[in-house]
């Protein structure tokens, strides 16, 4: 850091192999960190606030989404700031230890023990927590947008002018090792997230998915810094995006001077800008103008893109995972994208572009990027279908004025039972198949056993019927009243057995429970779970029970329930809330459409406004580009707080249908654009920059004399009147 960036001076030989700077596997190396530290925290970053912050849905999507929106935002201070005043490298590296202490204190947020007093797992002191967060996510946000713009173009710095061919392959390397860092992390840090970790208390280990990519990001820092030696620097230049605001600034402020009518008309609102500019300025800031004007529909598009990482993350949350080899947690579905990029952008290129160039269609690329929003659209119906399918199969939990019932008859004979205006016979060791629904207490009579039955309101409950004596009696308990967080399964006992007995899984205990008594829930993931029934005399019974997403169930120890080999057989299972049954495939043909959109959309915006921008302003319109993103994310926050709809397929439906209703309108703002060749007009403005310089110097010296002109008629003036008023005291 201590080499002073090189301004005009000669660049230096750098080592190189096979013909590559050998600074830019430095420079490669430290991106794949860098993003696999950015979408490793983004991929676990939704469910971290609903389950560990305990946001609802929608205030997680919103803070998601403004952090988001922050990132793409920052990119126009990184790109000042490196152009302005401290060149590439120094940003690069100042800016890189922000996003390390970012990624850092995201890691310690997570970590629920610090301020665990009860050591029940839930924090104390959540608001410390949030405001670790955010601190955290404020300096992530500068650190990767103040990065992004510089990294890239620092790469293409270290390479000499006739090495264009060998840049352009880095171009390419750079983008893979992006992808290969954002697919590798939306792998292996969901899986991170899973694990069970504390000291206290076993609970998701979000600190070691946090901690993970902030340790990437250090390794990232530390490569870039080891290879500071062998970078080509360049020293600050000043920042054509100012010169670009400066410009439009003038022109706005010169036309708003000259607004009577006795001035004349411009054919363009940029020619005020003559006065203080040269024309070619003017004529490259036009071309920008022009495009930055068909950006605006855009956000849109990144509206709907940037909800995989929220609310398609939070709708896999209720699905099921089970892909036979492979448990594929709700945060890894991101990973769908990387690899479909992969695979469709050659697909694109060489098989369905040509195709349709065979075939005379005149496909421009506007035309492309409205077919991208398109499918962009129709992935959200997708993504409304399968929200449907999901609400069908989830429980009609109760509302704030009214409770719910269900009734397990625990003795060895049917039971006539009538609760409300209810009546049916129940089975022994049998549940009732769905929750009663009442709202004002109801009077239940078993047999000649008649009770006022009242529960409070939004509870659900289960009534357990007992033999007392030659009587049944009921024992009252309350159930859980939403699906367990996270697809986990929440599991307890009733001991319907004569004597106590201790009951744990793994190494989770339930505790001592009584006869006649419920044990407390268990949360426990998917998969086999081997439950050990222990009695007082230290008789064991092993039940193994095959767990999927999102259940809940209520296992019955009966009173016949004895110990021995066969043990497990006599235990009967109630379904209190069945397993997630949507599976998450379901989810990957939006994924799909979503991608494809993306691929056409993305990929072919870039290219039009590179074709379509000026030599000197690629970088502005990059930076619009990415603004793009930044607004997308802020409509998500907006419509997530202000729309009112209950039905999250209807929120779905919403944004599909502001989609294509924008998609109309940027296909008529498309059919009037005209392409430019910005290449041949600076051509033109080049040859006649010399005749308008000596016009702009001719223009000056006029003013500079009219000037002087008028100052002269106006000393005189002032004398005369100075004369005329002496004479007139005199006269006095």
């Not at 660049?11 to 013909?19: F, I, L, N, Y």
Request: net charge neutral; aromatic share 12%.
């Amino acid at each position: 850091m201590a080499d002073k960036e090189q301004g005009k001076k000669p660049r230096k030989k750098s080592a190189t192999v096979c013909g590559y700077p050998i600074s830019i596997f430095f420079i490669v190396v430290n991106e794949f960190c860098e993003r696999f530290s950015y979408y490793g925290m983004r991929a676990v970053l939704v469910l971290y606030f609903k389950y560990f912050l305990r946001w609802d849905d929608d205030f997680a999507t919103t803070i998601y989404h403004t952090f988001v929106a922050l990132c793409y935002l920052t990119p126009i201070l990184g790109a000042i700031v490196a152009d302005s005043w401290l060149g590439k490298f120094k940003t690069i590296v100042y800016l890189s230890i922000v996003y390390a202490l970012g990624q850092v204190i995201m890691a310690i947020s997570a970590i629920h023990d610090i301020t665990d007093g009860n050591k029940d797992g839930i924090p104390d002191n959540i608001a410390l927590h949030v405001g670790l967060s955010m601190m955290g996510l404020l300096l992530i946000a500068l650190g990767t947008g103040g990065i992004k713009p510089c990294v890239a173009a620092f790469g293409g710095d270290q390479f000499e002018e006739h090495q264009e061919k060998q840049r352009s392959t880095f171009f390419s390397i750079f983008y893979l090792s992006i992808n290969a860092g954002s697919l590798l992390s939306t792998v292996i840090t969901p899986i991170l997230r899973a694990q069970q970790c504390g000291i206290h208390t076993k609970q998701q280990c979000y600190p070691l998915a946090f901690g993970v990519p902030a340790a990437l990001m250090v390794v990232s820092l530390i490569v870039f810094i080891i290879g500071s030696g062998m970078y080509t620097k360049t020293a600050p230049q000043g920042n054509i995006m100012v010169k670009f605001c400066k410009c439009i600034g003038f022109a706005i402020k010169n036309r708003f001077r000259h607004r009577a009518p006795a001035y004349p008309k411009r054919d363009h609102w940029m020619d005020w800008a003559e006065e203080k500019y040269d024309k070619l300025l003017i004529a490259q800031v036009k071309m920008v103008v022009k495009v930055l004007f068909l950006y605006i529909p855009l956000p849109m598009f990144w509206a709907l893109f940037d909800q995989q990482g929220s609310r398609w993350t939070l709708q896999a949350t209720t699905m099921d995972g089970n892909f036979g080899l492979l448990i594929i947690q709700p945060d890894q579905m991101q990973t769908v994208n990387p690899i479909l990029i992969l695979a469709l952008v050659p697909i694109m290129d060489s098989v369905v572009y040509p195709l349709i160039s065979k075939c005379k269609l005149n496909f421009t690329p506007l035309k492309r990027m409205t077919v991208g929003m398109l499918f962009a659209a129709l992935a959200f119906v997708s993504a409304a279908l399968v929200q449907i399918q999901i609400d069908k199969t989830l429980p009609n939990f109760p509302s704030e004025t009214e409770g719910q019932v269900k009734f397990i008859n625990m003795v060895d004979r049917p039971l006539e039972i009538t609760a409300g205006t209810h009546s049916f016979v129940l089975e022994p060791l049998k549940a009732n198949e769905d929750y009663l629904s009442f709202q004002e207490p109801f009077q239940l009579t078993i047999g000649n056993l008649s009770d006022l039955v009242s529960f409070q309101d939004g509870s659900r409950n289960t009534i357990s019927i007992i033999q007392d004596g030659a009587q049944p009696r009921t024992v009252q308990f309350n159930d859980i009243t939403a699906k367990p967080e996270q697809g986990a399964n929440a599991i307890r006992f009733f001991n319907g057995f004569g004597s106590a007995l201790n009951i744990t899984v793994g190494d989770m205990e339930y505790g001592i429970t009584t006869p006649n008594n419920m044990s407390v829930y268990v949360d426990l993931p998917r998969g086999n779970s081997a439950f050990r029934l222990i009695s007082t005399a230290g008789d064991v019974c092993i039940l193994d029970k095959e767990l999927g997403f999102g259940s809940s169930y209520t296992l019955i120890i009966p009173s016949s329930f004895a110990f021995g080999p066969n043990c497990a057989q006599s235990i009967q299972e109630v379904i209190d809330i069945k397993p997630n049954s949507v599976h998450m495939a379901w989810q990957i043909p939006q994924y799909f459409l979503m991608t494809a959109g993306e691929v056409v959309f993305s990929v072919t915006g870039l290219e039009f406004s590179y074709s379509q921008a000026p030599s000197n302003m690629k970088s502005v319109l990059q930076a619009g580009w990415l603004l793009t993103v930044a607004v997308g994310n802020i409509i998500v926050l907006i419509i997530a707080e202000a729309a009112t709809l209950e039905d999250q397929w209807a929120e779905y439906i919403l944004f599909a249908s502001l989609l294509v209703l924008v998609c109309i309108v940027f296909a008529i703002m498309g059919y009037f654009y005209t392409y430019t060749d910005p290449a041949k007009i600076e051509a033109q403005f080049a040859q006649k920059e010399p005749e308008d310089k000596e016009r702009k110097k001719s223009l000056e010296m006029t003013k500079r004399d009219s000037v002087g002109s008028h100052g002269e008629r106006k000393r005189k003036i002032s004398d005369s009147s100075s004369d005329e008023k002496g004479d007139y005291q005199t006269k006095i």
